[in-house]
Each structure stands twice: as structure tokens, then as C-alpha cells.
């Protein structure tokens, strides 16, 4: 574990009982540090087990799921072992999350103000009116106008750019030191979408680590340090986040960059990766990328999977790469 | 005969709610051209999709005309109307909710052929085959349901099926908005094969401002109900003229470090 990382995934392994049938790897030995005031992007397509690996490290996986190996440092503590009881002093504590949809995030039975003091009257953190207090400067901190008349609105009578600033509010009033967003801006309109940015920026700039589950590029670019790229449940590629977009090295990670398209790149040839990303019940032996790789050598590919150092905080689970350079 | 395919004249729709009158297009005139693809871009609750639905017929404009082929789609009787519907097809953002579940891959592209009384059951398999095997999907599978394909497999028979009848006219809403971004590219190479290869016209609606430039040969952008600009593709991303236009195309976040953009 590095010594400045305030979370540090290390070989992280998480398994879904199915009837009948073997266990479900869903997540796969995957390993990553999370730094103070540094955002890591977690980039992958759905199914590669981002959100299972956010889940396991929060304590909110289903019933179904196991964490069968790996550790969660945060704190000096190991959070896979420390058991529900004390996970949930740290959960809405010092680590809070955002979600894809604030819709479904928040209780639509209950006014923002009872959801924005919440966190901190159960953890005992502050009084009730200081609670109030605190809540409504969240509001207004995330660009809420009115904030001491709209805490008393509930979440269907905001907007979803608005309800999306909420949650973030939610999360932000406990002053977490992680916080782990999911998708946070894919349900809203682009002109909202850097405004979100900018809001989850100041908390990074006031020291909270932040770990951003996106499937966008250029949301990772603009707001991320660090990067890890997923597929089938393992770690392919990890990279400071310029360095994975301008010089991607894990064969996945290029066909991902080859595949995106962006504006004012009408006439650069996309570049789709054939095939389909795996069916867990039927991950492929060796790379899981293999089967559809351009570059995949047999038996080799089809055997192993080794992860290879090629520069300061960069590595890529491709033996190839060593040739490259 | 004129080039123009459908032509909306001075359209505007409005919805009665409980909150009041929703002005969701207001007095907006687009035409799509022979084998022109149209990109129609805005944020959600632009009256984009709304817009869509007027050129297709499947709403009635509050006031304004829309045309189809030089034919008014709402003076039109029902039956002739029928005729027509076989020329405009449609492609929705989510293929799991627009395709039958409980009917086979195949099922699914030969419904339309069966509705519109198109040969007889073993041509329009044939026919069925055909269009599986043009989208790219392996006719050994064809006899599998909906769920049992990823969501980019479900996008190439939902298309397959809207091509089933020949159409002149697709209609893509947000079609490849809930794919992950490998499956994104196959899908802009299929439609890009698709209108090289059949010639066809398409009404492209997308929040997707590279998605768009990289399709439509003109673009129209919506803002709350109202269009604001409708140029070429290349004027519009290179000297966009509306203000509304510019903020969107500012809010865009560049991947690389080398795009157009930086």
C-alpha cells in the first residue's frame, strides 16, 4: 500500500451463487489506491464489474454475492472484515456515494430536509438545528437557489439537474473523506453535466478522494487523475488518466479509445472492437479479452494473464506490451 | 417530383396537463431530402422526440402541416394512411423494450412482413434471414428470444426488423444512447453501411453531438420546443451561429488530447 492512499483496494475477489451452477466471479482479483484530493477513474463497459467492486468495498452488495478474497484499506482499517455493524459508522460518514440517478437514489416519500440530515443525526454528528443549518448551506454550496425554503420541497419537485445537485448535497454534508460516484452525470443534459464537474471538483479541492465509476471519456479526462480500466472483472490497464488517453497500451483500452467517438473527429476511421465483452458464466480462459483481440497469440493468450510494469503508476495486463516497448 | 421525402411546415404541438399547456414544439419547419440524413440534436425536453413522432404521423400537430412524399399525413384517410406506414420505420433507444419478448429474433422481423401481407410465411422467412444476416447477426441464432442477446445484438434485430418492409424513411431515436461505447461503433458502421448501401433517408435524434456530426449531413438543433439553428453538418460544428447552439457545443469534453475541440 502506498503511503499516501486513503483507500487501497488489494486483490479484491467477489463471487454470486447461482442455483445449480458454479459461483459467478463477478470481480477478479482487482487492486487500486485512491489518494486524498485525487479522483481515479474507474472506466470499463457494463458488466466488467466496476460497480460490483464499488458495492463490495461499501457493504451493499445482494444477498447472492460473496466477497471471497482481498482487502479494503481505509484508515488503518480493513473494510471487508470490520463487519456490518462498524461498516456502517463509516458508511454516509466518511465515505459517501452518488448514483447514476437521484431518482432512484432518494426517497421520494421524504423532504430533502429529513434526507439531508439523515447522516447526521444517526452518526450523532451534530444537533438537529445544527444539522438544519448545515444541510441548507449544503444546498446551497451545490447551486440551490432558495436552499432554506427548497429543503422543505421533496425530490419530485425538482428538476433532474436539480435532483442530481440534491444528492450531491446528501453526500457532501458530512464532509466524507472518499467519495465514490457512479456515473454521476450520465442521466443529465450536457450543459449540466460540467456544472456537476465543477461541484464535485471543490470537494476534491477541499482533500476528499474521489473514485468515479464512468463509461464516458471525456467526463474522465476532464475531471480525473487516475485511471484503471476494467474488462470481465479484472483490472486490463491502469495509468495517470492523460497518459491512458493519449497513449493507451492494453490492447482493450485502445480498441475502447478506437471506439469513442468525440466531436470534430468526423473523418478519423472509427475503430470498433468486434464481438461482444463476455458472458461471466463463460469468461474465457487466460485474457478474457483474447477471443476478440487483434493482437492475441495462441496458446499463449488463451493461457495466462500477466500484468507488466511499463512506467511510473502504469501497468497493463498484457504480456505483449513488453514487446511494444 | 420533388427531392423532399417528408417536409413539416410550421408545426407546433401542445399538451394539455394537469400543470397547464406544454408547448412541447412550437412552430418548427424541418425537411428531410432523398438518402439526406438529418441529425436532430437538443437536451431532454427539447421536443425532439415529439418532433419525430409528428413526422411519422403518430401525433396529430396542434397546428401546421406535415407531409410525406407530397401527401398531407393528417388529412390522409386511415386506410391510405396504412399504405404509407411501411415507407417510414422506426428505431427506438432501448431494443429490449421495442422488440416482442416473447417472440423469436426471427419473429420479431417478420411480424411487419405478416401485418402488411408481404408473400407468403416461408418468403418472409427467407426475407427475415436476409435482414439478420445484413445486420450482422448470426442466422444460426435466429430462432432465439430477445434476452438471450447482449444489447447491441437486440439494436441490430430491432433494426433488421424496421428495414423488414423497405422503407425510404428510418426514424432513430437516441438508437445507440443505451449501448456501451465498442458497441456504440458498431452500430454508427451499420447505419453508415445501411445508407451507402440502400439509400436510404434518416431522421437522426441524438443528445450525442459526435455521434451526430459523424452521421447526419445536416443538423437542426431544438431548444424548448423552438428550433434555433438547421445547417450543414460542417458549417454547423465549425461556425455554429445560434448562442445555444455555441453552449453546446462548448459543453462537449474532449477525449484526446489532438481532437478537433482542443
Given at each position: 500500500?502506498?503511503?499516501?492512499?486513503?483507500?487501497?483496494?488489494?486483490?479484491?475477489?467477489?463471487?454470486?451463487?447461482?442455483?445449480?451452477?458454479?459461483?459467478?466471479?463477478?470481480?477478479?482479483?482487482?487492486?487500486?489506491?485512491?489518494?486524498?484530493?485525487?479522483?481515479?477513474?474507474?472506466?470499463?463497459?457494463?458488466?466488467?464489474?466496476?460497480?460490483?467492486?464499488?458495492?463490495?468495498?461499501?457493504?451493499?452488495?445482494?444477498?447472492?454475492?460473496?466477497?471471497?478474497?482481498?482487502?479494503?484499506?481505509?484508515?488503518?482499517?480493513?473494510?471487508?472484515?470490520?463487519?456490518?455493524?462498524?461498516?456502517?459508522?463509516?458508511?454516509?460518514?466518511?465515505?459517501?456515494?452518488?448514483?447514476?440517478?437521484?431518482?432512484?437514489?432518494?426517497?421520494?416519500?421524504?423532504?430533502?430536509?429529513?434526507?439531508?440530515?439523515?447522516?447526521?443525526?444517526?452518526?450523532?454528528?451534530?444537533?438537529?438545528?445544527?444539522?438544519?443549518?448545515?444541510?441548507?448551506?449544503?444546498?446551497?454550496?451545490?447551486?440551490?437557489?432558495?436552499?432554506?425554503?427548497?429543503?422543505?420541497?421533496?425530490?419530485?419537485?425538482?428538476?433532474?439537474?436539480?435532483?442530481?445537485?440534491?444528492?450531491?448535497?446528501?453526500?457532501?454534508?458530512?464532509?466524507?473523506?472518499?467519495?465514490?460516484?457512479?456515473?454521476?452525470?450520465?442521466?443529465?443534459?450536457?450543459?449540466?453535466?460540467?456544472?456537476?464537474?465543477?461541484?464535485?471538483?471543490?470537494?476534491?479541492?477541499?482533500?476528499?478522494?474521489?473514485?468515479?465509476?464512468?463509461?464516458?471519456?471525456?467526463?474522465?479526462?476532464?475531471?480525473?487523475?487516475?485511471?484503471?480500466?476494467?474488462?470481465?472483472?479484472?483490472?486490463?490497464?491502469?495509468?495517470?488518466?492523460?497518459?491512458?488517453?493519449?497513449?493507451?497500451?492494453?490492447?482493450?483500452?485502445?480498441?475502447?479509445?478506437?471506439?469513442?467517438?468525440?466531436?470534430?473527429?468526423?473523418?478519423?476511421?472509427?475503430?470498433?472492437?468486434?464481438?461482444?465483452?463476455?458472458?461471466?458464466?463463460?469468461?474465457?480462459?487466460?485474457?478474457?479479452?483474447?477471443?476478440?483481440?487483434?493482437?492475441?497469440?495462441?496458446?499463449?493468450?488463451?493461457?495466462?494473464?500477466?500484468?507488466?510494469?511499463?512506467?511510473?503508476?502504469?501497468?497493463?495486463?498484457?504480456?505483449?506490451?513488453?514487446?511494444?516497448? | 417530383?420533388?427531392?423532399?421525402?417528408?417536409?413539416?411546415?410550421?408545426?407546433?404541438k401542445?399538451?394539455?396537463?394537469?400543470?397547464?399547456?406544454?408547448?412541447a414544439v412550437?412552430?418548427?419547419?424541418?425537411?428531410?431530402?432523398?438518402?439526406?440524413?438529418?441529425?436532430l440534436?437538443g437536451?431532454s425536453g427539447s421536443g425532439k422526440s415529439t418532433m419525430a413522432r409528428l413526422m411519422m404521423?403518430l401525433q396529430?400537430?396542434?397546428?401546421?402541416?406535415?407531409?410525406?412524399?407530397?401527401?398531407?399525413?393528417?388529412?390522409?384517410?386511415?386506410?391510405?394512411?396504412?399504405?404509407?406506414?411501411?415507407?417510414?420505420?422506426m428505431?427506438f433507444q432501448?431494443?429490449?423494450?421495442?422488440?416482442?419478448?416473447?417472440?423469436?429474433?426471427?419473429?420479431?422481423?417478420?411480424?411487419?412482413?405478416?401485418?402488411?401481407?408481404?408473400?407468403?410465411?416461408?418468403?418472409?422467412?427467407?426475407?427475415?434471414?436476409?435482414?439478420?444476416?445484413?445486420?450482422?447477426?448470426?442466422?444460426?441464432?435466429?430462432?432465439?428470444?430477445?434476452?438471450?442477446?447482449?444489447?447491441?445484438?437486440?439494436?441490430?434485430?430491432?433494426?433488421?426488423?424496421?428495414?423488414?418492409?423497405?422503407?425510404?424513411?428510418?426514424v432513430?431515436d437516441e438508437?445507440?444512447?443505451?449501448?456501451?461505447?465498442?458497441?456504440?461503433?458498431?452500430?454508427?458502421?451499420?447505419?453508415?453501411?445501411?445508407?451507402?448501401?440502400?439509400?436510404?433517408?434518416?431522421l437522426?435524434i441524438s443528445h450525442?453531438?459526435?455521434?451526430?456530426?459523424?452521421?447526419?449531413?445536416?443538423?437542426?438543433?431544438m431548444?424548448?420546443?423552438?428550433?434555433?439553428?438547421?445547417?450543414?453538418?460542417?458549417?454547423?460544428?465549425?461556425?455554429?451561429?445560434?448562442?445555444?447552439?455555441?453552449?453546446?457545443?462548448?459543453?462537449?469534453?474532449?477525449?484526446?488530447?489532438?481532437?478537433?475541440?482542443?
Open positions: 500500500m502506498s503511503e499516501d492512499a486513503l483507500l487501497s483496494v488489494r486483490e479484491l475477489r467477489t463471487t454470486f451463487r447461482r442455483d445449480g451452477a458454479e459461483p459467478l466471479t463477478a470481480v477478479d482479483g482487482v487492486s487500486f489506491d485512491v489518494r486524498r484530493g485525487q479522483a481515479l477513474a474507474i472506466v470499463g463497459e457494463s458488466g466488467s464489474g466496476k460497480s460490483v467492486t464499488m458495492r463490495s468495498v461499501m457493504g451493499i452488495l445482494p444477498r447472492t454475492a460473496r466477497i471471497t478474497g482481498g482487502q479494503a484499506l481505509f484508515g488503518g482499517r480493513d473494510l471487508l472484515a470490520i463487519g456490518d455493524k462498524e461498516l456502517r459508522k463509516v458508511r454516509g460518514r466518511d465515505i459517501a456515494m452518488v448514483f447514476q440517478s437521484a431518482m432512484e437514489a432518494m426517497n421520494p416519500t421524504l423532504t430533502l430536509e429529513r434526507q439531508l440530515t439523515e447522516h447526521l443525526l444517526w452518526h450523532g454528528l451534530c444537533t438537529k438545528a445544527e444539522a438544519k443549518k448545515r444541510a441548507v448551506r449544503a444546498l446551497g454550496d451545490v447551486g440551490i437557489p432558495d436552499p432554506e425554503k427548497r429543503i422543505r420541497t421533496y425530490p419530485f419537485q425538482l428538476s433532474g439537474g436539480m435532483r442530481q445537485r440534491a444528492m450531491i448535497a446528501m453526500a457532501m454534508v458530512t464532509e466524507p473523506a472518499l467519495l465514490i460516484a457512479d456515473e454521476p452525470t450520465t442521466a443529465v443534459d450536457v450543459t449540466v453535466q460540467r456544472q456537476i464537474l465543477d461541484l464535485l471538483a471543490e470537494l476534491k479541492n477541499r482533500g476528499t478522494g474521489v473514485i468515479m465509476i464512468t463509461h464516458d471519456l471525456g467526463v474522465a479526462r476532464y475531471f480525473c487523475d487516475d485511471a484503471v480500466v476494467m474488462y470481465a472483472g479484472r483490472v486490463v490497464e491502469r495509468a495517470p488518466m492523460d497518459r491512458l488517453l493519449d497513449d493507451p497500451r492494453h490492447p482493450y483500452s485502445v480498441g475502447l479509445l478506437g471506439s469513442g467517438v468525440e466531436v470534430g473527429g468526423r473523418d478519423l476511421p472509427l475503430r470498433p472492437i468486434p464481438g461482444s465483452p463476455p458472458d461471466l458464466s463463460h469468461r474465457p480462459e487466460g485474457c478474457p479479452f483474447h477471443p476478440r483481440c487483434a493482437r492475441a497469440e495462441l496458446p499463449r493468450c488463451a493461457t495466462e494473464q500477466e500484468t507488466l510494469t511499463i512506467g511510473p503508476g502504469r501497468d497493463a495486463a498484457c504480456w505483449k506490451v513488453a514487446v511494444d516497448a | 417530383m420533388p427531392d423532399e421525402l417528408v417536409r413539416a411546415e410550421s408545426v407546433t401542445v399538451f394539455r396537463t394537469r400543470a397547464g399547456e406544454v408547448r412550437d412552430d418548427v419547419s424541418l425537411t428531410v431530402h432523398r438518402g439526406e440524413t438529418l441529425g440534436v437536451e404521423g396529430t400537430p396542434t397546428s401546421g402541416r406535415v407531409e410525406f412524399d407530397g401527401q398531407d399525413l393528417n388529412k390522409l384517410p386511415a386506410r391510405e394512411l396504412r399504405t404509407l406506414r411501411p415507407r417510414m420505420q428505431v432501448n431494443p429490449y423494450g421495442s422488440l416482442l419478448p416473447h417472440f423469436s429474433a426471427i419473429g420479431n422481423v417478420m411480424e411487419p412482413l405478416r401485418l402488411h401481407e408481404r408473400g407468403d410465411k416461408e418468403s418472409r422467412r427467407t426475407k427475415a434471414l436476409e435482414l439478420l444476416d445484413l445486420v450482422g447477426i448470426n442466422t444460426g441464432h435466429a430462432e432465439l428470444y430477445p434476452r438471450q442477446f447482449s444489447g447491441g445484438q437486440q439494436q441490430r434485430i430491432a433494426i433488421a426488423r424496421a428495414l423488414a418492409l423497405e422503407p425510404d424513411l428510418l432513430c438508437p445507440t444512447s443505451s449501448l456501451d461505447v465498442s458497441i456504440q461503433a458498431q452500430i454508427l458502421e451499420l447505419f453508415t453501411d445501411l445508407r451507402d448501401r440502400l439509400g436510404l433517408s434518416f437522426f450525442n453531438l459526435a455521434v451526430v456530426e459523424r452521421l447526419a449531413d445536416r443538423v437542426a438543433v431548444n424548448k420546443g423552438q428550433l434555433v439553428e438547421e445547417s450543414t453538418t460542417e458549417a454547423l460544428f465549425r461556425a455554429p451561429q445560434d448562442d445555444y447552439t455555441r453552449q453546446l457545443l462548448s459543453a462537449v469534453l474532449p477525449i484526446r488530447q489532438d481532437s478537433g475541440l482542443s
